[in-house]
């Protein structure tokens, strides 16, 4: 309750995806099933927890980790659903996940063959983006983009989320994210 929202975000992820990958390594399939049931509990446990007495800076940090949480979740049942027992399985790699570097004394984000470092920026205590597979596909598609120095410019119809989707990923690297309308 006493944290910053971005350091509990950061601890969370990097947590969980080395949790996630021990659980892959020791067991396979197995481990991650066990620490999904795991993950299930804690969830439990953090809506529990907001249905608490919370200030509101708090009730917008634990509702946007469990809005993270739930993704996590939902990637634990994809592992297990297509017998994920390899760190380098697609499945896995395809999904942003933390490590800390301790030659760089930092912490790196990576999705699929990117690696960024994490911003740093600080993006104030907001709410998240729920994440679907397609939030996952344009993750995957910007990230690329970027570490390519060229640039993205999702495409569809008006409403369907393209900007928040971008900023989003802005707020999971810690990058700033400055938004043009060119059509106003």
Same mark, same amino acid.
């Given at each position: 309750k006493a944290w910053p929202g971005q350091c509990v975000f950061n601890a969370s992820q990097?947590?969980?995806?080395?949790?996630?990958? %021990? %659980?892959i390594r020791s067991s396979g399939v197995q481990g991650i099933q066990e620490y999904l049931n795991q993950w299930n509990k804690q969830l439990m446990d953090m809506v529990d927890l907001v249905r608490g007495d919370l200030s509101e800076l708090v009730q917008i940090t634990?509702?946007?980790?469990?809005?993270i949480d739930v993704h996590a979740r939902d990637v634990l049942e994809i592992l297990i659903a297509n017998q994920v027992d390899q760190v380098t399985a697609f499945e896995w790699i395809s999904q942003l996940r =933390?490590?800390?570097d301790m030659e760089f004394d930092a912490m790196f984000v990576k999705?699929?063959?990117?690696v960024f470092? =994490?911003?740093?920026? =600080?993006?104030?205590?907001?709410?998240?983006?729920?994440?679907?597979?397609?939030?996952?596909?344009?993750?995957?598609t910007l990230m690329g983009a970027v570490a390519l120095n060229l640039g993205g410019a999702p495409a569809g119809? %008006?409403?369907?989320?393209?900007?928040e989707t971008t900023k989003d990923l802005a707020k999971a690297l810690a990058k700033q994210c400055v938004v043009f309308n060119c059509s106003d």
């Open positions: 990097l947590h969980w995806t080395s949790e996630v990958e %021990a %659980a634990m509702g946007s980790l469990i809005v =933390y490590y800390w999705c699929v063959q990117t470092p =994490y911003g740093n920026e =600080y993006l104030g205590n907001s709410l998240r983006l729920v994440i679907t597979p397609l939030t996952d596909k344009c993750y995957i119809p %008006a409403g369907t989320g393209k900007t």
